[in-house]
């Protein structure tokens, strides 16, 4: 395969081929791979549930662990990338998370589950640095690459509507496990036409791959994410404590570390320019108070509302819709207007609409809920695709693979994190709803064992419990939607300060 990194000359040649839009096509898959993957576990945490039967905490875990691994895996994947090449960790990473997924449908106890989620986080973290790297080396000018981000973009919003729907009608005709098993043929096809379109790139003058780096990196990020979910859960003790300092330990070294490198894993002058730090805190904060609403909103549609997984699917297509248009359009939108107006104005509007769910219940109709959906979606898809464009713009493309994976550090810890804090509110005010007589202590854990429980109660006592239990887990979600809101709209102010005079190339 020819690669990008030639002299400026030959690269506009090569990029200008038709080819590069195919390319493209099958980087979106990897997207596509990784967005499904992410939708479907939410839709199928109740049947997970009611037959792994997980305490809360484990229920937590299955739900997180995967951005733990990634979160504390990307800087570490995108600079391998960056060294070995970004096509082949690509397709390596995209033929082990096929594998791995499996491992997820076959899984028989929560602990082998949990197991298998942070497997398939260490292939995950090959696939998305890489794909955002090599659009970097794919589109030079400035006007295509926004196009192949928004697609980028879009995508991966596709991929929140297909998850759903697709799983949905798995859901109802099989078993929990093949939702996980519709990566198989979507992996298929990247590695099997990836090998033939996908020019490889990587940085001509790398240095070596620094594992005391790659150590620090994981370890601190994984520690970190680990307290706060402690501290959210159990309180600040001394066990949250103690990883918190060995977390913060960890990463204070690596960033000395990379300040003294001749050849970084990252590059920390990477920071100095302010248009990638606000784009990357942007994205961080956006996901952290998405993240761990979204995770409980299918369970919210099944088991308080009674929809069936079909019906819960289609449900949150409105989202997708209103992302996959805004991402299309994002790029010349922050170009007629600015990018701080479009991405201040797309977190304040996902804020806005995360404030309106705080007053829902238990039988809050449809047309709230969609409205809110089509323009949490909207909101997010301008965001998300002007700051990755920023964040790609702010750097040589030699260095695409690092910056790319800061960009998805950023997004996994703040899922990582937003599952852990607002996942962590809604458990805590869901366990202390009072039942009647005879609730076992299994229907405390999560709403899936209440509904469990309830069916093998007489039939006054079971329509008590499920009362009960789904008002507190609708508390919980309403008082989590009431911070992620604060959450976006302290991020919309943010943003309107730190991006100002930041512009997308012409």
């Known amino acids: 395969m020819t690669s990008t990194l030639q002299p400026a000359s030959t690269t506009e040649a090569v990029t200008k081929r038709p080819g590069r839009w195919l390319a493209l096509s099958v980087l979106v898959l990897a997207v596509l791979l990784v967005a499904v993957d992410a939708t479907v576990l939410g839709l199928a945490t109740p049947y997970i549930s009611e037959d792994l039967k997980p305490s809360g905490t484990q229920l937590l875990w299955i739900g997180d662990v995967y951005s733990f691994v990634i979160a504390g895996l990307l800087v570490s994947m995108g600079s391998l990338g960056d060294r070995i090449g970004r096509k082949k960790i690509l397709l390596v990473g995209a033929t082990a998370f096929g594998a791995i997924s499996v491992l997820n449908a076959y899984a028989t106890t929560p602990e082998l589950m949990i197991l298998a989620r942070a497997l398939l986080g260490v292939a995950g973290a090959t696939l998305m640095p890489a794909t955002l790297a090599l ?3 794919l589109f030079h000018d400035p006007r295509e690459r926004s196009l192949a981000v928004g697609i980028w973009g879009a995508t991966a919003s596709a991929g929140t509507a297909i998850g759903p729907i697709a799983g949905g009608f798995l859901l109802e005709h099989f078993w929990w496990g093949s939702v996980f098993l519709i990566n198989l043929p979507v992996m298929a096809v990247l590695v099997v036409v990836g090998v033939k379109l996908l020019p490889e790139s990587k940085n001509p003058d790398p240095g070596p791959w620094d594992m005391l780096s790659v150590t620090l990196s994981l370890v601190g990020m994984i520690a970190l994410v680990y307290a706060v979910k402690e501290a959210a859960t159990h309180g600040f ?6 990883v918190a300092l060995l977390g913060a330990g960890a990463l204070i070294w690596f960033v000395r570390r990379q300040l003294t490198l001749p050849t970084p894993l990252l590059d920390m002058r990477l920071f100095r320019n302010r248009g990638f730090s606000a784009a990357v805190l942007a994205d961080l904060l956006t996901i952290l108070g998405l993240s761990g609403l979204v995770f409980f909103l299918s369970q919210y549609l099944q088991l308080v509302q009674g929809r069936r997984p079909l019906e819960a699917g289609l449900a949150e297509l409105p989202a997708a819709i ?11 939108a922050a170009r007629r207007f600015s990018v701080r107006s479009v991405v201040a104005g797309g977190l304040a509007a996902v804020g806005l609409a995360l404030a309106s769910l705080t007053v829902i219940d238990q039988s809050t109709g449809y047309p709230l809920l969609g409205a809110a959906l089509l323009v949490v979606g909207i909101g997010a898809g301008f965001s998300f695709t002007v700051t990755a ?10 260095q695409a693979g690092s910056a790319s994976a800061v960009s998805e550090t950023a997004y996994e810890l703040g899922a990582a994190l937003g599952i852990a804090v607002l996942g962590s509110i809604v458990t805590g005010v869901y366990r202390d709803f009072t039942g009647p007589a005879g609730t076992p202590d299994g229907a405390h854990e999560s709403l899936g064992g209440a509904v469990e429980a309830a069916a ?20 919980g979600l309403s008082l989590a939607a009431g911070l992620g809101a604060a ?20």
């Not at 003790?237 to 103690?242: K, L, N, R, S, V």
């Open 389 to 398: 464009d920023v964040i790609l713009s702010s750097v040589p493309k030699e």
């Open 237 to 242: 003790g001394g066990e949250a404590a103690a």
């Open 135 to 137: 659009i970097r080396n």
């Open 322 to 332: 209103g992302a996959v248009a805004a991402g299309l359009l994002a790029g010349r």
């Open 456 to 475: 093998g109660m007489p039939a006054q006592q079971s329509a008590a419990l499920l009362d009960s239990a789904r008002q507190a887990f609708v508390d």
């Open 487 to 506: 959450v976006l709209l302290a991020a919309a102010v943010a943003a309107w300060f730190m991006l100002r005079d930041q512009r997308l190339g012409n």
